[in-house]
């Protein structure tokens, strides 16, 4: 049976928009977007969810426990699950956040930094070679209990798509711009809602059928 592995942040974990900071909330596995993406590639697939919220593709947040970079914990997950026949990449969203000071081409490094450990000789002979999907998250909006986070971060997430694409093609990975998918919640900007994991599941599977 072939296996996906999801890796991302909060919009792969689940979590749906923010009103408030306190309350922990997941959509369910008829909602989150991962299940639906599996549910559209056919009972034959598993399906490994690894989605941590505040996940980062290189920093240390000393706000969230100093645990978020999700480096480390990429090379862990490959090590932890197997073997897999495709791995999806989103991430870059937490990056932009106001206390990293990262521009568009310091977050495009970090991912390039996961895609040189996800396609490289060790891993991939570790697992028997697989595909990898990188997905563009939807740019953020500077909006609710976030926005503070993300002061500044709507114009540099907008400057995204065309960077991950250039670095997908630059690597001979798959791509894909959630962007032209999906928007996020404006409740709190950064989050999707049950809709958008849905059209997003969607279209991933799509994206996966075609590697």
Known sequence: MPVLLTFGDSN?????????????????????????????LGPEWELVEEGLPGRTAQFDDPVMDGMMNGH???RQALQSHGPI??????????DVKTRFGAGPEVVMAGMAALLD??????????????????????????????????????????ALPPLYAALAASRGVG?????????TSTLDGVHFDAGAHGKLGRAVAGAIAAL
Request: hydrophobic share 45%; glycine share 8%.
């Open 175 to 183: 791509f894909l711009d959630a962007g032209t998918v999906i928007e």
């Open 12 to 40: 792969t974990h689940g979590t749906p928009p923010m009103a408030d900071r306190l309350t922990y909330a997941r959509f369910d596995t008829a909602t989150r977007w991962p299940r639906v993406a599996q549910a559209a």
């Open 72 to 74: 480390p914990a990429l």
């Open 117 to 158: 450990l996800a396609t490289g000789i060790e891993l991939q002979t570790r697992h028997g070679g697989f595909k990898v999907l990188l997905i563009c998250p939807p740019p953020v909006q500077e909006v609710g209990v976030l926005a503070v986070d993300f002061w500044g971060a709507a114009a540099k997430s907008r």
């Open 85 to 94: 026949d495709v791995l999806t990449l989103m991430l870059g969203t937490n």
